[in-house]
């Protein structure tokens, strides 16, 4: 059984976000024969479904880590999507309390109504172990600027695909990720140039030399990094770890099974209406 990865959107934090350079639309996650989840969908997420003609009605579950626009904005539009425009009431909606109840001055992240519209809600909190539409999913601690933010690992069939969510890097951090066949790492910034809360390259060689995954995946990427080339970055950090390391594009397609394969997803550029509408 396929577990496949589409990637709405690679980029990450607020200027890739604000001027769209890259897609932040956050992944499309295919599993358990056919069912779908969507993480993070944040802007761009719906322009990129229409362009690869994926109609959001078939989307069973999302997912919003923490209460930061590049990881939620379009999660209320994704909602409506999966509940076939609020008309049936279906689809389960996770997210970390500040996404859910919101906290502080951060969140709430999706309005009233729309938790109300869908089939269920989890709120997320680390060490919990969650049924997603029969994906085992155990929920992860982070280090970030929004303090209920986790990460995940996905516990397919193919083995564990794990996400990491937005963190800084300590070795107690990477830890909870031992075991995974791949390992999706946002990698904001390029080299040394660290921000806080954030990981940058040489964090993510830490990270992976911890984990020791099959594959580690270059995802968030931040403006500098963009700029200073994701692919080499990427690369920088295979020859430090020996670890297979790649920066994936927007639209890319991540197939795990016996062997894992990328390629690109096919796009239209036309004014589609899928048969599920009016
Ligand atoms: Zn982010
Ligand atoms: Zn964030």
Redesign the pocket.
């Known amino acids: 059984m396929v577990f496949r990865i589409t990637f709405l959107g690679t980029g990450?934090g607020r200027h890739t976000a604000m001027y769209q350079t890259r897609s932040t639309g956050g992944m499309l996650v295919e599993h358990s024969g056919g069912k779908f989840l969507h993480v993070d969908p944040g802007p761009g997420a719906l322009t990129q479904m229409k362009r690869i003609h994926y109609d959001l009605a078939k989307t069973d579950s999302a997912m919003v880590s923490?209460a930061?626009p590049?990881?939620y904005s379009d999660a209320e539009c994704v909602i409506e999507g999966m509940t076939h425009g609020g008309w049936k009431k279906k689809g389960h909606f996770y997210g970390s309390p500040t996404v859910i109840d919101g906290e502080g001055p951060l969140g709430p992240c999706v309005s009233k109504y729309h938790i109300g519209i869908v089939g269920g809600v989890t709120v997320l909190s680390p060490g919990m172990t969650l049924d997603i539409d029969g994906l085992r999913t155990i929920v992860c601690r982070t280090d970030?600027?929004?303090p209920t933010?986790v990460g995940f690992k996905f516990l397919s069939d193919e083995g564990i695909v794990s996400y990491v969510?937005?963190t800084s890097y300590s070795k107690e951090i990477a830890e909870q990720y031992i075991g995974s066949r791949v390992l999706i790492l946002p990698v904001t910034t390029p080299d040394s140039l660290r921000i806080p809360?954030?990981l940058c390259t040489e964090d993510a060689v830490s990270f992976i030399d911890v984990v020791r995954p099959e594959l580690a995946v270059f995802i968030h990427l931040g403006i500098v990094m963009i700029k200073r080339g994701p692919e080499k970055q990427a690369y920088g950090a295979e020859k430090k770890t020996g670890v297979k390391t790649i920066a994936v594009k927007d639209l890319d397609i991540l197939d795990i099974g016996k062997v894992i394969s990328v390629s690109a997803a096919e796009t239209y550029d036309d004014e589609w209406i899928p048969d599920s509408s009016p």
């Open positions: 990450g923490h930061h590049d990881h970030h600027s929004d933010n969510s937005d809360y954030h």
